[in-house]
Structure formats: C-alpha cells, structure tokens
C-alpha cells in the first residue's frame, strides 16, 4: 500500500483597518530599521577592526562584536534608548525577529552560502 500525501494551500486577503495597517507598517518599519541598525555596528566594527590589523595592532576576539542571535540582541538593548527613542511603540518580537534574521544572514555568509548581509530598503508596493 503506497501513502498518497495530500498538500493543500490557503490564501488570505489581509483587510485591516487604518490603524491596524498603521500598526502594521510601523512594526516591519521596526524589524527593518534594527536590522539595518545592527549591521551598520557590526559593520564598522568589523572595519576598524581591520584598519587597527592593517596598522600592526594585535587584536582579540573581544574587540569584535558578536554575531549570534543573543549578542545582537543584546547590542540592541545596549544602544536602542540612543538609535531608536520610539522603541517601546512596538513588541518586542520585532527587534527579536530582526536580530534573528541579522543572525541568520551572518551564519550563511559564515558558511559560504550567501554574500556578506546588505542593508534593506523599504519596499515601493502599489495599493
């Protein structure tokens, strides 16, 4: 007897009201602003970091920042008072996913399935 698997699909027409869709944009604004806020550290991390090895500065593991899902969360906790003061408008799940998905792009470059993480731009969609 063969098993059959049977794959069926569903799809949803999101029709929020104006302060729901407000809500909404303001949560990926979010996810999108910390994403890009926490590549930008890591990034001019990672390039003074090189410019003090060009000059014959030895360094340490510590002089650079995390990568790791939890040490960018914790860079964001450490710096989001100063980056973004309108922080507590939104859940926290949404600086959580952003450091998630920062942490992801870092693995892939890491492990060579992916370009180095680039900054993400707000999408032009037709309503």
């Known amino acids: 007897m063969t098993q059959v698997q049977v794959r069926q699909?569903?799809?949803y027409e999101l029709d929020p009201t104006s302060e729901k869709a407000n809500a909404l944009r303001s949560h990926i604004g979010g996810t999108r602003f910390v994403y890009n806020a926490m590549l930008a550290l890591v990034?001019?991390?990672w390039d003074?970091?090189?410019e003090k090895k060009q000059a014959g500065i030895e360094l340490t593991r510590?002089?650079?920042l995390g990568t790791s899902h939890f040490d960018l969360q914790k860079l964001w906790y450490e710096n989001r008072d100063e980056l973004?003061?309108?922080w507590s408008e939104n859940g926290s799940s949404t600086y959580n996913y952003a450091c998630l998905n920062l942490s992801k792009a870092f693995t892939n470059f890491r492990e060579g399935r992916s370009k180095f993480p680039t900054f993400k731009?707000?999408?032009r969609v037709a309503r």
Request: zero cysteines; glycine letters at 0%; hydrophobic letters at 30%.
């Open 62 to 64: 510590d002089d650079y």
């Open 48 to 50: 003074e970091n090189r």
């Open 43 to 45: 990034k001019a991390n």
């Open 9 to 11: 699909a569903y799809r």
């Open 121 to 123: 731009k707000r999408a």
């Open 84 to 86: 973004a003061p309108w």
